[in-house]
C-alpha cells in the first residue's frame, strides 16, 4: 500500500502555485513568491494546502514568520474555492516545531465572505 495522495514528502513541500505580494513601498508593485513548507497536506483537487509546518532551521526562529504568511496566504486562496453556500469554513493548521521540541499550532481562516476581512489566526 502506497503513500496517500494528500501527505507531501516529508523534506520539504513546494507549493503548486506562487503567491504575488503587494509591496508597500510602491503601490504598483508585486513580488512573486514560490512558497515552500518543510512538511505539509495537500488537497489533492485544490493544491491548497490544508496543513504546513515549518522546524526551526535558522537561530533566531524566523521561520515561523513566514510559514504564518504562507498560511494566510493558504487561508485566503480555500476560502476563495469554497463553494459560496458552503456550510464550513476552509482553515489551515500550521505548526511549527521549536528548538525545545515544543509544537506550536495555529488555526488560520478567514472569517467572512468579504474579501477584504482579515484572516484571523
Known sequence: MGPSPL?????EMNWQFPLFI?????TDAFCKFH???DFGVVHPEYLCPLVISETISDENESDRWRMLIEAIAAARAGHFLMKSDAEERFFVV?????????????IVMQTSADE????RI
Request: charged share 35%; no cysteine; hydrophobic share 25%.
Open 116 to 119: 477584504g476581512n482579515p484572516v
Open 22 to 26: 503587494h509591496r508597500q513601498d510602491n
Open 7 to 11: 501527505f507531501t514528502d516529508p523534506r
Open 94 to 106: 500550521a505548526i511549527y516545531l521549536r528548538r525545545s521540541l515544543e509544537a506550536e499550532r495555529y
Open 35 to 37: 512558497p515552500r513548507s
